[in-house]
């Protein structure tokens, strides 16, 4: 799991691409902040894409 603060709204945010690695088949898959919704990145691939806000202490909300 990676962390990553928002451009747009400056919250810290968590994200994680979790599923099988298949070849070819491969979707573009957007990381967007789970409080505004501003993409961070995109990352062609075959798995799924989470993001989670995070907590007082720094830990996933999920």
Not at 5 to 24: H, L
Not at 40 to 57: E, H, I
């Amino acid at each position: 799991m990676e962390k990553v603060i928002c451009k747009k709204c400056g919250k810290e945010y968590a994200y994680e691409f979790w599923g099988t690695v298949y070849p070819g088949g491969k979707d573009k898959e957007y990381v967007d902040c789970p409080y505004c919704g501003e993409t961070a990145f995109t990352r062609m691939t075959s798995q799924n894409v989470s993001s989670y806000k995070l907590d007082a202490k720094g830990n996933p909300v999920r």
